[in-house]
């Protein structure tokens, strides 16, 4: 069955730069263009970032783009999301998501989820 | 960017009850709109996508409709296991955008 793990969540100090993984299995990771969502301490949904399935392509949110970095390694079935800059404002649970197919592009498996807690 | 507005904010309903739940688009998604579901504590997760297309696996008491910018989930009777938050979702362009979400409370 598909699965998504997240990792590398943590309390770190703004200006900090942090690195999320997401551990993929269940599904050939190669062929799924994959995405992060993050969702604010109870606040909504926010889309951060997606990546081409061969990693030749990226798209980011403004909110985040010039200081996140998304990135895949297929040998190794993991995503990953490099965060420079750390801010107050990115204290999230950050989610990895797989996409549907080349049709009906949706979000249909999510991982549990990594906290990153930006904080002094 | 695509603005996607959800309404209402929260409803109070009843086991049995009848739930709709408005998503509008800042501009036309052709069919492109998704709804999820999620409940305290854990990931989203996909109920519709296409606008009505129904995920493997989400009881058909779940419904989606509409077209151009404006759309629409409906669940015929609400059961106890679907009070959570649900939140619509457009993928016709980049960057992606969430509604603020439903959150559907027991009456």
């Known amino acids: 069955q598909v699965r998504l793990v997240e990792s590398g969540g943590a309390v770190v100090q703004p200006g900090r730069s942090l690195r999320l993984s997401c551990a993929a299995s269940g599904f050939t990771f190669s062929n799924y263009i994959m995405h992060w969502v993050r969702q604010a301490p109870g606040k909504g949904l926010e889309w951060v970032a997606l990546?081409?399935?061969?990693?030749?392509?990226?798209y980011y949110a403004d909110s985040v783009r010039g200081r996140f970095t998304i990135s895949r390694d297929n040998s190794k079935n993991t995503l990953f999301l490099h965060i420079t800059s750390l801010r107050v404002e990115d204290t999230a649970i950050y989610y990895c998501?797989?996409?549907?197919?080349?049709?009906?592009?949706?979000?249909?498996?999510w991982g549990q989820g990594t906290l990153v807690t930006v904080s002094s | 960017d695509i603005q996607m507005t959800q309404s209402p904010s929260s409803l109070s309903a009843s086991v049995g009850d009848r739930v709709t739940i408005t998503c509008r688009a800042s501009?036309?998604?052709?069919?492109?709109l998704n709804w999820y579901q999620q409940k305290p504590g854990n990931a989203p997760k996909l109920l519709i996508y296409?606008?009505?297309t129904l995920q493997r696996g989400v009881p058909s008491r779940f419904s989606g409709s509409g077209s151009g910018a404006q759309f629409t989930l409906t669940i015929s009777s609400l059961q106890p296991e679907d009070f959570a938050t649900y939140y619509c979702?457009?993928?016709?362009?980049?960057?992606?955008?969430f509604g603020q979400g439903t959150r559907v409370e027991i009456k």
């Open positions: 990546i081409w399935y061969d990693g030749s392509k990226e």
């Open positions: 501009q036309r998604l052709s069919s492109y």
């Open positions: 998501a797989k996409r549907t197919g080349t049709t009906n592009p949706s979000l249909d498996y």
């Open positions: 979702q457009q993928s016709y362009t980049t960057p992606w955008t």
């Open positions: 296409s606008t009505s």
